[in-house]
């Protein structure tokens, strides 16, 4: 398995509060992205980095924000967590672009109440 | 920005039976395609991918998938379907670019 790890894996947290989701990768691969999956909507893109300190938006960024200061490290915040944002987030992995395989984590269960 | 539909939410057969998931996408270059299976509780496993070449690909457990340009479709299929094979299958596609857009997924369902 490709060495990525999302932590926490399960979190509970009120709406209004700062959260923090993190994404580790041993692989020291250049490219790192946060999907959340939501059931009818598949896996959507968030946010990704294409090297340290470079990140761009995706499809449903609004709400969150990154941060990538190592290239081991990619950080998913959302500032002020919402009910709509209770999901499952993913983080994954690519060495490169194009047909290059993106390997995923094992996902963490956010729940805002 | 490339994007991906996958018509069927949900699909049951038998065990031993046929299977073909749909996947059509929408990119004005040539994509990059994958299919992906999800357990439940885990993350997502690469079946097989595509980008040029013989447009039949075969991939992992037994499954492959045909890239038809004409119809903007990357279907996958599987002669025999068995009752491990129940998860939620994913298209993606990927572009020049650097993200990579997947469909709403399939959920399959084998019945004995």
């Known amino acids: 398995d490709a060495g990525i790890t999302q932590s926490p894996r399960h979190k509970v947290t009120e709406t209004g509060t700062p959260v923090t989701l993190r994404c580790h990768q041993t692989?020291?691969?250049?490219?790192m992205y946060w999907y959340r999956q939501d059931p009818g909507h598949g896996l959507r893109l968030i946010h990704y980095?294409?090297?340290?300190?470079?990140?761009d938006k995706g499809e449903v960024s609004d709400g969150y924000s990154v941060s990538r200061s190592k290239t081991e490290d990619f950080l998913l915040t959302l500032e002020s967590a919402t009910s709509s944002q209770t999901s499952v987030y993913f983080c994954?992995?690519?060495?490169?672009?194009?047909?290059?395989?993106?390997?995923f984590g094992q996902g963490t269960r956010l729940t805002v109440v | 920005a490339q994007s991906v539909t996958q018509p069927d939410i949900h699909i049951t057969v038998s065990e031993g039976a046929s299977l073909e998931l749909r996947c059509n996408y929408s990119?004005?270059?040539?994509?990059?395609l994958f299919w992906y299976v999800q357990s439940p509780g885990q993350g997502l496993q690469l079946l097989l991918k595509?980008?040029?070449?013989?447009?039949l690909v075969q991939g992992i457990k037994g499954f492959e998938a045909e890239f038809k340009r004409s119809q903007s479709s990357f279907n996958l299929r599987k002669p025999s379907v068995h009752w491990s094979d129940a998860a939620e299958y994913f298209c993606?596609?990927?572009?020049?670019?650097?993200?990579?857009?997947f469909g709403a997924g399939t959920r399959l369902t084998v019945k004995p």
């Open positions: 994954a992995i690519r060495s490169g672009t194009g047909n290059t395989e993106a390997f």
């Open positions: 990119y004005g270059a040539t994509p990059y």
């Open positions: 993606a596609v990927g572009a020049g670019n650097n993200d990579m857009r």
């Open positions: 595509y980008f040029s070449g013989d447009t």
């Open positions: 980095s294409y090297g340290v300190k470079d990140t």
């Open positions: 692989e020291n691969h250049r490219y």
